[in-house]
């Protein structure tokens, strides 16, 4: 029993406890319910010495059958014309002075013969049941055991930790059983890995796509797997017909199901990464035809181990299915003729979700947007995979419009371009109003990703169709867009000359938010060009709209760039005490992001200062803040910081590692720095290649590069007193 050792002992614990008369096993097709019953019955025999006792009702269609089959096993002979139940009942009393178990194996499509169970269990007191199904029964002291599909390997982890997984154990066992010089080796093992996770870790696909290893290499056998239904067929001889493939496996367990269980089984198929029970009834019952209540039914699949449930604290659970049954599924919504009403369902309902966070919204609004976009991130990707193919582009235009902020806030940097390049190309002439906004949002993304040709040539597109449509709002946002990609690839007298020209338009349409917003940015380009005067009254000028709007996170930004103008002219003290205010107040407006940057500053002015111990202080909270939102372009901030203070500290090793880290992380999400601060820093590391030899920086860089992101955030929570420790990998 590869991988069920701790199913197998809690089981038979459960079946010992005097007050556990019926455990059922549940769990979907093909996941082991079977195997692992037999194997605790075997292990439990000599304690049971009334007997155990095996009943196939795999074969059995009518429940009334079922004490018939119980009667077989036992060994009852019809006598006097007396209803096979009630001899059934009467062998199991006289037999109360010694246990017995009996395991009713596939008991699912045979439901109604629970209330046998619960009349033979009060019979006699002596009788234990152990049921294999893929639904609970339902009767009173039952205790349902589910048996999941296996742990998931991933290919990533290390040779020794996938020989320990059970999915990958299982596999090499079965692969040397029809070709015995297979053997796992760190050359294939990843290989492995994913073949068992590309069939959900389902013991039964698992040992079918072993048996493949006879006729095909592994790369073969993972191509093949895009129809997983197709490839993993012909089991053992010695197993039901319906085990023999996991199509007949999974039909099994299809042709219980009620025409709406059916219907919404097939429908749910269309979602990627699970969905809620409100998007379940959205996009599966448009027409009101499932014939029952949509809790009721999605309960019953839940029941029956087709769907599975995913908790999410306090909030609403999630539904999702086994990717080898939602293949199965889908193959039934085409065969049904309703594949493409419940796309266009799906796609409509991801439509309206993705445009909930179109309007202005408050940052904890903002946040919890963002987190149902995580969530729904799957499904979005199929809708808009849904509409390029069918070519409907008026809605493609408006999910990719309003997906841009998710792209943007979770750095989904290179899938965003690519969906936004793909609509301008499908588009061609049409859509002018739509296409301007694609240009001015590719600009923001390609800016943040360091292509500056590519950000002016977008940018300069999205001002050219403004200005062809006389929208002067969209001319500002484009010209403040050019500045922002002029004073990222260093070109500050351009950007300063591009944020005069936006501040010019922001002030004729009298639009305060924006022209502050301006102010801001205008002020920082100045600052770094040295023209303190213009940087200070654009600052002071835009403090002044803020307050006059209330907007305390604006007002927080400005004080922080105060702070920055301060520190550029040396005033030390001034500008501590400005960062400092800025912190207070996004903490009061509850600007996470905002005291995050605040708290970075505070971490390098410290560094700077030679205060090493309050720099660390500042960086750490900084980085648990941007962990905490998922901020990474943040997290890769705080370990640079963090890299010059171990610098400044005299750990060479340290700042490498942390340095290295970073440039991953950026490398990961498509998000370099921008050449100005990536020259400094350069120049900070330098210090530390040169303390060094090759050999001892090379694999200081090499440490950090290679560290998983949640191994690095520990790496750079470490104190003082444990950095001599080794790095957790």
Known sequence: MIGREQELAAVQQLLLDPATRLVTLTGSGGSGKTRLALEVAGALAERFRGGV????????????MVPAAIAEAVGIRETGGRPVVELVKDHFRECSHSPVLLLLDNLEHLLPASSLV?????????????????????????????????????????FDVLTRNPAVALFAQRAAAVKPDFVLTADNAAGVAEICARVDGLPLAIEL????????????????????????????????????????????????LSEGEQKLL???????????????????????????????????????????????????????????????????????GEEEATKRSHAAYCLVLAEEGIPEL????????????????????????????????????????????????????????????????????????????????????????????????????SLWFYKDAGDQSGIAVSLNALAVTARDRGDYLTAQNYFEESLACWRILSDRVATARCLHNLANVAK???????????????????????????????????????????????????????LLAFREAGDRWGAARSLADLGSMACEQGDHSAAQAAYRESLEI??????RRGIARAWEGLACLALARGDAVRALSLAAAAAHLRQRIGAPLPPAEQSRLDQHLQLAWESLSHGEGKDAWAEGWEMSMEAAVQYSMQTESAMSGSLDQ
């Open 528 to 582: 770094v060009r040295g023209d303190y005067a213009r940087a200070r009254r654009a600052v002071l000028e835009a403090v002044e709209i803020f307050e006059e709007l209330h907007d305390r996170s604006g007002i927080a930004w400005s004080l922080n760039q105060q702070g920055d103008i301060a520190r550029e002219e040396g005033d030390v003290a001034a500008s501590r005490a400005f960062y400092e205010c800025a």
């Open 626 to 631: 941007f962990a905490a939102v998922g901020h």
């Open 118 to 158: 619960a009349g033979l269990l009060e019979t006699s007191p002596a009788l234990k049941v152990l049921v294999t199904s893929q639904a609970p029964l339902r009767v009173y002291g039952e205790y349902e055991f589910p048996v999941p599909p296996l742990p998931l390997p991933h290919q990533s982890h290390s």
């Open 362 to 461: 408050s940052e904890a609004e903002r946040a919890a947007w963002l987190a149902r976009c995580d969530l729904e991130h799957g499904n979005f990707r199929a809708a808009l995979d849904w509409l390029f193919q069918t070519g409907n582009l008026d809605w493609a235009f408006r999910v990719c419009l309003a997906l841009f902020r998710f792209w943007d806030m979770r750095e989904h940097l290179t899938e965003g371009r690519a969906r936004l390049e793909n609509l301008l190309k499908l588009a061609g002439a049409g859509f002018g109003d739509e296409r301007a906004k694609v240009c001015l949002f590719l600009g923001a993304i390609t800016t943040a990703q360091g292509d500056f040709a590519a950000a002016a040539h977008f940018l300069e597109q």
């Open 266 to 336: 097939r429908r749910l198929a269309v979602f990627w990464g699970g969905c809620t029970l409100e998007a379940a009834e959205a996009v599966c019952n448009t027409r009101q035809d499932l014939g029952s209540d949509i809790f009721d039914l999605m309960s019953s699949l839940l029941d029956k181990s087709l769907i599975q449930q995913r908790a999410q604290g306090d909030q609403e659970p999630r539904f999702a299915m086994l990717e080898t049954i939602r293949e199965y599924s889908l193959e039934r919504l085409r065969d049904a």
């Open 209 to 256: 796509a072993a048996a493949r290893v006879k006729m095909l290499p592994l790369g073969a056998i993972l191509a093949r797997l895009q129809s997983r239904l197709e490839l993993l067929t012909t089991g053992a001889r010695d197993v039901p017909e319906r085990q023999r493939t996991l199509r007949n496996t999974i039909d099994w367990s299809y042709g219980l």
């Open 53 to 64: 006792h095996f009943i196939a009702l795999a074969s059995i269609n009518d429940p009334a």
